[in-house]
């Protein structure tokens, strides 16, 4: 099960060279596991040149071997607002997602209709091009269109049934999205039980004051902690998204070995590198 951390920054002592460490939370799984992080400076800018001889890890006090060390590449599942309501929104939702997708890396990215919780429009095996073609090609959705969030939880199934350790379901609103469709069925457990975080980036009106319990999209990104931004005008997508596409870049993956039979207890990363931290994204 994916595990938050806590934000707490600790410091090892007794080590030659003082690493900076987080606690990645509990890990429950034999075998190799992989903690998401990011390394930022004492600035707080983030730092990527970083190999995998300079990791540290420990799960329940006792030291681990890292395995591999890359820049997170999981999936993500983009998923469009074309809800006809607002048709006038769609080209700048269109062509920010166009912005985002270019500049994720070299990532599996589905791509979803808000209005439909059926089949992805683009897979997750789909080449960058075809999705980009796809992309192009989308149209406002039907009046008749399922509740928003069965997008979502088809989503979160796609990037499920990719088995990646981690995952994310990036939304791209024109509004908001009533929640009354909460209070039915488990679709939000479905969300929640996949383990994709779920950001969105959503135009709210200039002076609107809306309850965030009252905006699906808002209870969804804040449950699957997720990050939710809300900006206030559509020209304001491509500046939004372009922050989320730099968060994502400076993800690393840190792979570790566990022997076997060894318990489980709480796993943390630290960096060999002096006025370096850690800053811990969950532990899979």
């Known amino acids: ?48 040149d970083i190999g ?26 983009v998923v469009l607002d074309d809800r006809p309501e607002s048709i006038a929104s769609l080209p700048a939702v269109l062509a920010s997602a166009r912005r985002f997708i270019q500049r994720v890396g070299e990532r599996p990215v589905a791509l979803l209709r808000l209005t439909d919780g059926g089949a992805p429009v683009a897979s997750l095996e789909d080449e960058r091009a075809a999705v980009l073609e796809h992309l192009a090609a989308m149209t406002p959705g039907g009046q008749s269109a399922p509740e928003p969030l069965e997008s979502i939880a088809r989503a979160a199934a796609t990037l499920q049934g990719s088995g990646a350790p981690f995952s994310a379901v990036v939304i791209v609103a024109a509004s908001a999205v009533d929640a009354t469709a909460l209070v039915r069925g488990e679709l939000l457990p479905r969300i929640l039980d996949s383990g994709a975080a779920v950001h969105v980036v959503q135009v709210r009106a ?8 009252a905006d ?24 939004a998204l372009d922050r989320l596409a730099d968060r994502l870049a400076i993800e690393m993956m840190v792979q570790y070995l566990v022997p076997p039979g060894a318990p489980t207890g709480d796993v943390r990363v630290g960096v060999r590198v002096p006025g370096n931290r850690v800053v811990g994204l969950g532990v899979k």
């Open 206 to 213: 200039a002076g609107a004051e809306l309850d965030p319990q």
């Open 52 to 77: 995998l001889d300079d990791f540290v890890v420990t799960e329940g006090g006792q030291p681990r071997d890292v395995l591999d060390v890359h820049v997170a590449d999981y999936p993500l599942a």
């Open 1 to 48: 099960m994916h595990r938050l951390v806590r934000s707490v920054v600790l410091v090892a002592v007794g080590m030659g060279v003082l690493p900076s460490w987080v606690e990645a939370g509990q890990a429950s799984t034999p075998g190799s596991r992989t903690v998401l992080a990011a390394v930022v400076n004492g600035q707080g800018r983030p730092v990527v």
């Open 216 to 239: 699906l999209l808002h209870v969804v990104a804040d449950q699957s902690h997720g990050q939710f931004t809300a900006i206030f005008s559509t020209v304001s997508f491509d500046a």
